[in-house]
Nanobody, 122 residues
Framework: QVQLVESGGGLVQPGGSLRLSCAAS????????PGWYRQAPGKQRELVAT???????RYADSVKGRFTISRDNAKNTVYLQMNSLEPEDTAVYYC????????????????WGQGTQVTVSS
């Protein structure tokens, strides 16, 4: 059973910082294109930042220069460093990744975490 578990959300003042973590657990051979998405009340889920299949990073225009995605392959963990937070960043943040559980006789499956709330307010 593969799980993605996010942590690090919370309440922060405008201009503050938070670091989100997403740890993958279970039977995992390798992870492809891990990324972060968010969903604000009344809005659709949107991409925040992700690694591409080629290992590059891609960011939403609204977070470029403020957020940084990184990963620790040894820990099967992906991070999102969020700086200069704005009230518009308030949302539930979700981790997403494609995971291959075995090198043979297996197929890629897509997983979502349960989400972590980020609230930016004074």
């Amino acid at each position: 059973q593969v799980q993605l578990v996010e942590s690090g959300g919370g309440l922060v003042q405008p201009g503050g910082s938070l670091r989100l973590s997403c740890a993958a657990s279970g039977s995992i051979f390798t992870i492809r294109a891990p990324g972060w998405y968010r969903q604000a009340p009344g809005k659709q889920r949107e991409l925040v930042a992700t690694f591409t299949n080629g290992g590059y990073t891609r960011y939403a225009d609204s977070v470029k220069g403020r957020f940084t995605i990184s990963r620790d392959n040894a820990k099967n963990t992906v991070y999102l460093q969020m700086n200069s937070l704005e009230p518009e960043d308030t949302a539930v943040y979700y981790c997403n990744a494609d995971i291959l559980q075995a090198p043979y006789n297996s197929r890629w499956s897509n997983y979502w975490g349960q989400g972590t709330q980020v609230t930016v307010s004074s």
